[in-house]
């Protein structure tokens, strides 16, 4: 079956550090990979998205690049604000499966 | 266009107790998707609505569980009686189309004491 393999958290950095997010993943067929990201207090937000292999997928100073010769799809983002402080969660869409198929989620804490 | 919203927000009962969650969809998103992250957990499927016609419950964790969305509109998601182990934050989600993004709503935060 499907699966995501996201890096265990938390994470916590400081303001204008650099992020890395790895995720990983499991699938049949040529699944669709995206980045949400939840807010404290608030719902899952799509943040990016790649549907096709070398697909860079980008919002908010976030990447992320589909990689199927090393099935990932790690999230980047070159400076951390505190407001970017967030649960992060790896996700892909298989249609064999038709549904999300999620990883664990990072906490990812930003200080000042 | 409004996003998806769910109601309610937050719902603390008791074991034994019966819980109806409401997810309203966006306007014109035929496929409607129930999710949970249980106790920090992954987030996982629990089942998708095309209109009102359920395409896949595989995910649903037993018969305490049940939803509807009749008319191809709302859906509703009870469960009863509710046991301590359906704690969590239910997700619902929708898109125009299967093979689309999905769009979530905030969530409802169930506990059960």
């Known amino acids: 079956g499907n699966s995501v393999t996201q890096m265990e958290g938390p994470v916590t950095l400081s303001e204008e550090a650099f992020l890395t997010i790895n995720c990983t993943y499991t699938?049949?067929?040529?699944?669709?990979l995206f980045w949400y990201v939840q807010y404290p207090g608030e719902g899952l937000q799509l943040l990016l998205k790649a549907t096709k292999a070398d697909d860079k997928g980008s919002n908010k100073g976030f990447e992320a690049t589909y990689r199927k010769e090393t099935t990932s799809f790690h999230l980047e983002k070159g400076s951390v604000q505190v407001s970017d402080s967030a649960v992060y969660f790896c996700?892909?869409?298989?249609?064999?499966?038709?549904?999300?198929?999620f990883g664990s989620g990072t906490q990812l804490t930003v200080l000042p | 266009e409004a996003g998806v919203t769910q109601f309610p927000s937050h719902s603390v009962i008791e074991k034994g107790q019966t819980v109806t969650l409401r997810c309203d969809p966006i306007s014109g998103h035929d496929n409607l998707y129930w999710y949970r992250r249980v106790m920090g957990k992954e987030i996982k499927f629990l089942l998708h609505?095309?209109?009102?016609?359920?395409?896949?419950e595989s995910g649903m964790p037993n018969n305490r569980f049940l939803a509807e969305r009749t008319g191809g509109t709302y859906s509703t998601l009870k469960v009863q009686p509710a046991e301590l182990e359906d704690s969590g934050v239910y997700f619902c989600?929708?898109?125009?189309?299967?093979?689309?993004?999905?769009?979530f709503g905030p969530g409802t935060r169930l506990l059960v004491l």
């Open positions: 996700a892909l869409y298989s249609g064999s499966a038709r549904q999300l198929t």
């Open positions: 609505f095309v209109k009102e016609s359920k395409q896949d």
């Open positions: 989600a929708s898109s125009r189309g299967q093979q689309e993004t999905q769009y």
């Open positions: 699938a049949t067929g040529y699944p669709s």
